[in-house]
């Protein structure tokens, strides 16, 4: 298991969920801390609680705006997007998981390992490193 999947099952021991770990695991790779902000982007797990967007990748949305906002949000957020609907066959919950919710324990870890990637894959095409 690589760091980010070992910090990604810290993370939700901690009682985070996939949004709030995309952006924890930022803020401790800037070495900062926003817990407000952590709380807030809890709004957004499960899918904003109806298995509708998944909060990973609503999370990775945050985080790329977090650190760049000008190309982020113009340019970052619409190639995640398009790479994670290319890759998990939508972007709900319900399709993620193919309308099982048993299938989350299995699914959501590596989406959110991948997404973060993604992210930090993104965000190092501008110059930023997390």
Known sequence: MNNVATEIYRLH????CCSQIIIQMALDSLQDENPELVDAVAGLCKGL???LCCGALTGGACLLSMIDKNNARGYMILRLVEWFKAKYGGVSCDEILEHNPANM???CPKIV??????????????????
């Not at 021991?13 to 985070?16: D, F, M």
């Not at 390992?113 to 997390?130: D, N, P, V």
Request: aromatic share 22%; hydrophobic share 25%.
């Open 49 to 51: 609680y109806s298995g």
């Open 113 to 130: 390992e991948e997404t973060f990637e993604k992210c930090r894959e993104f965000l190092a095409e501008y110059g930023h490193e997390i």
């Open 105 to 107: 324990w299995e699914r």
């Open 13 to 16: 021991a901690e009682g985070y």
